[in-house]
């Protein structure tokens, strides 16, 4: 998935929205004992911050979550300017389950997202209901708090 987006990386960037622009692609960070790979890096310009996004074709999973969290952390302390924006970081996975994001650090911070994504890009029809599925979703979750 990631090679395809690659080779489709304008139009890729198009949909994101505007102000996206390419830094990296299995950007290497390092720690005192591990090596990690971000899949693809982005820097918004309106937003003025960095995107991390990471491609997974399985069910998303605690780990994940934990790993995303760090490179968003990390990024923050070792790549962010003064005058940037918090990083943001996005999870996208074939299948989320609204548990393991209710209870993990996704819950307590605003800057980590999971989505699923399809093989196909739905019609218009079903981006409306996706959209108003996952607002009703958003609005239940707030009011429980």
Same mark, same amino acid.
């Given at each position: 998935?990631?090679?395809?987006?690659?080779?489709?990386?304008?139009?890729?960037?198009?949909?994101?929205?505007?102000?996206?622009?390419?830094?990296?692609?299995?950007?290497?960070?390092?720690?005192?004992?591990?090596?990690?790979?971000?899949?693809?890096?982005?820097?918004?310009?309106?937003?003025?911050?960095?995107?991390?996004?990471?491609l997974?074709?399985?069910?998303?999973t605690?780990?994940?979550?934990?790993?995303?969290?760090?490179?968003?952390?990390?990024?923050?302390? #070792?790549?962010?300017? @003064?005058?940037?924006?918090?990083?943001?970081? =996005?999870?996208?996975?074939?299948? !989320?389950d $609204?548990?393991?994001?209710?209870?993990?650090?996704?819950?307590?911070?605003?800057?980590?997202?999971?989505?699923k994504?399809? #093989?196909?890009?739905? @019609?218009?029809?079903?981006?409306?209901?996706? =959209?108003?599925e996952?607002?009703? !979703?958003? $609005?239940l979750?707030?009011?429980?708090?």
């Amino acid at each position: 998935m990631e090679t395809a987006l690659i080779s489709h990386l304008q139009q890729f960037l198009m949909e994101l929205g505007k102000g996206f622009a390419f830094v990296a692609r299995q950007q290497h960070i390092v720690t005192d004992t591990s090596d990690f790979y971000i899949d693809l890096v982005f820097y918004n310009y309106y937003l003025k911050c960095f995107v991390l996004l990471e491609l997974k074709t399985h069910k998303l999973t605690h780990e994940v979550i934990g790993q995303m969290d760090m490179y968003v952390r990390m990024y923050n302390d #070792l790549k962010k300017r @003064d005058d940037d924006n918090p990083t943001i970081g =996005i999870i996208l996975c074939t299948e !989320k389950d $609204e548990t393991i994001v209710k209870y993990s650090v996704m819950a307590e911070n605003e800057k980590l997202f999971a989505s699923k994504y399809r #093989l196909y890009l739905p @019609d218009e029809n079903e981006l409306r209901q996706i =959209i108003e599925e996952d607002r009703i !979703k958003f $609005e239940l979750d707030r009011n429980r708090e």
